[in-house]
Structures are given as structure tokens and as C-alpha cells.
């Protein structure tokens, strides 16, 4: 009898770890969201330290008529990393979410991905994350009470960062959906917070210290008027991310003291796309380097003009990775090819036939 | 007893279907890479007579020491899909593949995700496919014999896409590496090519209608020099794909007629990167409506400066997308978080712990 030899199984370099939704929930709830957002808060720091290394750049936007689908690629000299990520405010009427998303993590030296995983449940964590960091530069000292306007998927997990890395445990919520803010208000009283549910945006922001405005609408809105703002106040403006999208009224940006992400995309999609192109902000980057300043008095407005930049994706992709280490939080999957011999592409693909 | 609810599977919203190595090899040898490739290349063939339908950008690469990575996405009303590919010439000494690459296609009224897919055996496929399709409007009348210059992994690709498109059966083959050319020529007489295997680039153009330049390094080379081209030839050049990467002299693009896929990522890429900015290029989607004649005579010399667009690889995923439905070549990917209530992501994270 002769020996018919079986064809190898791929080997190691043919599979990607691929973390699921299942398997990131699975990990979030073994930590606990608010630990998994303090640890990725840390890699984010460390990541906005070392701004200068990274190539960047403005994310590749596809618009239409319904949307947008962003591709957020950067790297370092070790890593590269990107997100696809749509955005689709009408999403909910079919059931599908407004936002969904993934990414990769690859080698620089190979261009191998290390890492595919889920990043809808990522990027709200990774969100958060960023917003709660950079309130604990910005808000004012002792501050208590948030205002939350927009009660949607991405509420929760800036109440739970704030409590993370700034202590904030009151939270005054408001959606124009009152069914969106009964349903934080029942989810975060769940995680212990002090909750109270507001009728009006104006409701909300009495006595907070800090404001979150967090809509999905792709227009023009004003969520906040001039007049809601008092001194002393810390804005966290999550919602306006893309260009036509903002939620602050112009008079509130001129005197608030501007911290952004990436000043080049944050102009084309941020709140200051209502302003001049040279109107001053300040780099978070430099504020964590401790190179400027971040809030310097108890009576100035400070806003977080937040759209989202590609090395937050980065650090979230680098530390998923980092913790699924020696886990069964992923799964390998089948992504590349093999072959013995690297120009033998063809022969591969016959032997396997 | 209580009845205790069990938490419901993910809907059918969050799974994408994934097509892994070993489904696209299963794919190609149930329906024969020459069936393959010439489906592929009717899909090509329409999206490029389609060509004003396509939003169209340069790819988006990031560059290293080592090689590079691109995201190559693109859009028509209806589909959105992108390709990640690395090209990293110095992988085959680690046992890693120079280029390897997967890719998406979405839905642009939701933006979620239609399939992931291994493009590394798919690329090859597309590559073949576009540069046999634009060989039938290019390569004199009656060839019969094609050189192959570079015999790594494209090689045979390249090969089958002629037989399917142009009936040429005559390959003479050359490498630096002579362990490329045999093992070339043995995958190629196993699929019945008559092949003859050549000691010089010089030798391999003798009597060869179509001449394929396809090598790998990241150079400035000159693969052929002006004295080895004659009239009535079609050069299917497709290695000379990044800045500073080429293959042919420029002395033969100035006596070509050099036909590209996208002016504005080939004058960065392809070999006329060489030539003035303002050097008369045909755009290959004209051709194929019909609005500019392809090959115009007998003697003339045509230059298809591949460099592999985006377009192509969306044609593939949908064509893959079409062949799959249906079929077992693809498994369900948890990717997509997919709550009851859109609004309420953060609840189907803590039900799930």
C-alpha cells in the first residue's frame, strides 16, 4: 500500500486571533467595564505621550446619502492599526445600530495582522476612555455632577468612565426620546449611580460641573445654547463628529478654551468646523506631555471637542491584544495564505484541490 | 419552578459571512481557476464600463522601511468595499508571504458589513483576471506566446487568465532565481501550458506577442531595456506597483501607448512615475465602453502600467459575495454587536456577563 500523504494544516502564520462580540463581552464582564476602561485610558495616555510617532491621518470617509463608512488607519514604527466604522443615523428604524465597527492591529515589519477584532462594544469603551481622561485634565476640581444630553449607546459608558477616573457618581440625564433616557436611567442606576431624570436639556445642566453632549443627528443642531453654560463648566462634546454635524451653539466655542484630538481632522468634523480654520485649540497630546496647560482657573469653560482619532483605535487594538494573551477570549482564523514556499501561491491552491 | 430565560442567540444582523483561505480554495477548485478568472473578469469588465458610477481615491498606503501596507476602498451607490494588502518584498525569508491581503464589502444604505474575505488567493485571481481581460483589447491578433518575466506567485495566474481570455498556450518563463522558473514550469505544464524555460529576460521575449514583467523588488530596475521590445508587441506590466518600484526602461513607455486604470494612482505608482506628470495616458474603462480604441494596429506597442486599483478588488468581493450565496464556502463571523434596542448596547453587555 502506498502512503498517501495528508495535506498539512495551515500553519500558525496562516491565522489572525479574531476576537467576536461574544468574546469581548466575555472579556469586558470578566473585568469589569470600568476596569477595562481605566486600563485602556492608560494606553491611550501612553499612546497621546508618544503623539509624534505616529503617522497620521485624516480618516478616509465614503459618504452617501445615508451615512458615512470611515476607514481610521495609523502607525507607529512596531504597529499599524485601523478601524472601519460606519455611521448611520437611521439606522435604528431596521434594527440595525447607528454605529458599528472593527478593526486590525498588523506587524509594521511583516504587514501581517496580529489581531481582527470586534469594535462596536471597543469603540464605545474606547470613547469613554478618552472623554473620562481627558475630563480628569479638564474638569473642574470636585466636580460631582454630570449633565448627560443624548441617552443613546454610547451614555453608559461615558457615566462609567467619568465615576472611573474622575469620581463623578450624579448624572443628569436627557434624550429628546424619553424612552432612550428611561433606559440609561434604568441601566445606570443598575451600576449604582445617582440619577435624575430631566425634561429639558436646560434641566439637565443645572448644577453639572460637567456637560456631555452625546447626539446622533447628522445636521446642524444646537444641543446647547449660550445661555445653558456657565463659568467654571467642563464641555465634553462627543456627538459632532463628521462635517454638517455639531451640537454646540457657535458663541459657546468663542469662550471656551478648544482641546481637540487631531486639529486637522477635528476642523473638518468637530464642533470648530463653525469656526475660523485658524482659530486657536489646544492639543490634548501636549496638555498629557505636560507641555501646555490643561484647565488653569476654576471659572474657565473648557470644551473637549471630540470627534475620535485613529491612534485611540490603536491603543484599544494594542491593549485587546495585549489581554487576550494566553486567553480563550479569541478564536484563530483562517485569514492568509500559506503556502510552503512563498512563490508557490498556485501550487497551494492545486494540492489543496 | 421559575422560568428562566435564556439570553437569545445573536440575530442573523450580527454575523458576517467570512470566506477563509481554505473556502476560497475550495471555491476556485470546485469551479476551476480558469472558470474563475474568467467570471472575474466579467465582473471587472462591467464595473469598469461603469467606471463614472465609482467614488475612486488613491489608495491610502503607509510606508516602512520594510514594505508597505494600503487600504484600497471604494464605493458605488449600492456597495462600498475595501482591500488591506501589504507588500513587504524581504517576508519570504521569515517563511511569510510577500503580499497577502482580505477585504470587505458593505452595504452603503446601513454600512454594515456583507463578507470578509481572504483576498491573498483572491488577489492573484483579480490581478490575473484584470491583465488577461485588458490583454483581449490590447495584444495583437493571433499571439500565441507570452514571456513571463518573474515567475513568483503571480505567475501562474497570469498564465491561466490568458489561456481563458486570449487562448495563448506558449509560455517562456525567466526569473533570477531559477528555482522560481521550474517551479513554474512545472505548475504550468501540470495545467498543460507549453512552456519553455529561459536563462535571460533576453531570451524569454524571443517571438512572444505579450511580454509579463511581474517581479517583486522595491526598486528602481529595469527588467527590460529598449532594445528588447519590437513593434507589435503588448507589455502586461504589473510588478512596478509603488513609488520607486518599476520595471521597464523609460525609453520603451515613451514609444508605448500606455494604457492605465486610475491616471492619479498610476502616476505615483506604476512605471510611468518615470515620465512627465503630463504624459498622455488611456484610461482602460474608455476603452472598454468603447469610446477609445484599444491596440490601433499591427506594429504599434501597448503598455497596460498595472498597478491594481481599487475597483477590481470591489468587483471581486462582489463577485465572491454572488458565488457564495447559497453554498457552504463561507462560515457565520460574530462581528457585529447586535442589541434588542439599538439604543441599548451597554444592556446587552451586562446581560451577557
Request: proline share 5%; aromatic share 8%.
Amino acid at each position: 500500500m502506498s502512503r498517501i500523504p495528508t495535506p498539512p494544516a495551515p500553519s500558525k502564520l496562516a491565522f489572525v486571533p479574531f476576537v467576536s462580540v461574544a468574546d469581548m463581552m466575555r472579556l469586558v464582564n470578566t473585568l469589569g467595564a470600568e476596569q477595562v476602561i481605566t486600563e485602556l485610558a492608560g494606553y491611550i495616555e501612553q499612546d497621546f505621550r508618544r503623539w509624534p510617532d505616529f503617522d497620521k491621518t485624516p480618516r478616509v470617509a465614503s459618504h452617501s446619502q445615508d451615512g458615512v463608512i470611515e476607514l481610521m488607519p495609523t502607525a507607529d514604527s512596531d504597529h499599524y492599526a485601523f478601524k472601519y466604522v460606519n455611521g448611520h443615523p437611521g439606522n435604528g428604524k431596521s434594527g440595525h445600530q447607528t454605529v458599528t465597527a472593527f478593526g486590525v492591529l498588523s506587524s509594521v515589519a511583516t504587514g501581517y495582522p496580529m489581531l481582527l477584532s470586534e469594535m462596536t462594544v471597543l469603540t464605545a469603551l474606547r470613547t469613554a476612555a478618552t472623554s473620562a481622561l481627558v475630563g480628569r485634565y479638564l474638569a473642574p476640581k470636585g466636580a460631582e455632577v454630570m449633565a448627560m444630553i443624548g441617552n443613546g449607546a454610547q451614555c453608559e459608558f461615558q457615566a462609567l468612565g467619568f465615576r472611573a477616573l474622575t469620581g463623578i457618581n450624579r448624572i443628569r440625564l436627557y434624550d429628546i426620546d424619553a424612552k432612550a433616557t428611561e433606559k440609561a436611567a434604568r441601566n445606570l442606576r443598575g451600576q449604582g449611580f445617582d440619577v435624575v431624570s430631566c425634561k429639558a436639556a436646560a434641566e439637565a445642566v443645572e448644577g453639572a460641573q460637567v456637560i456631555t453632549t452625546c447626539t446622533a443627528d447628522k445636521q446642524y443642531a444646537t444641543i446647547l445654547t449660550d445661555n445653558m453654560v456657565g463659568s467654571g463648566v467642563h464641555i465634553n462634546a462627543i456627538g459632532g463628529d463628521c462635517p454638517g454635524k455639531t451640537e454646540l451653539h457657535p458663541d459657546i466655542l468663542t469662550r471656551a478654551e478648544i482641546f481637540v484630538e487631531y486639529p486637522e481632522q477635528t476642523r473638518i468634523e468637530g464642533e470648530i468646523q463653525q469656526l475660523a480654520p485658524d482659530h486657536p485649540v489646544t492639543e490634548l497630546w501636549q496638555v498629557m506631555r505636560g507641555e501646555i496647560p490643561g484647565r488653569r482657573d476654576a471659572r474657565q469653560i473648557t470644551l473637549f471637542d471630540s470627534v475620535g482619532f485613529a491612534i485611540e483605535d490603536f491603543s484599544a487594538l494594542r491593549y485587546i491584544h495585549d489581554k487576550i494573551a494566553g486567553s480563550d477570549f479569541f478564536q484563530p482564523l483562517d485569514l492568509l495564505a500559506d503556502p510552503d514556499d512563498t512563490r508557490d501561491l498556485f501550487g497551494m491552491l492545486t494540492r489543496a484541490g
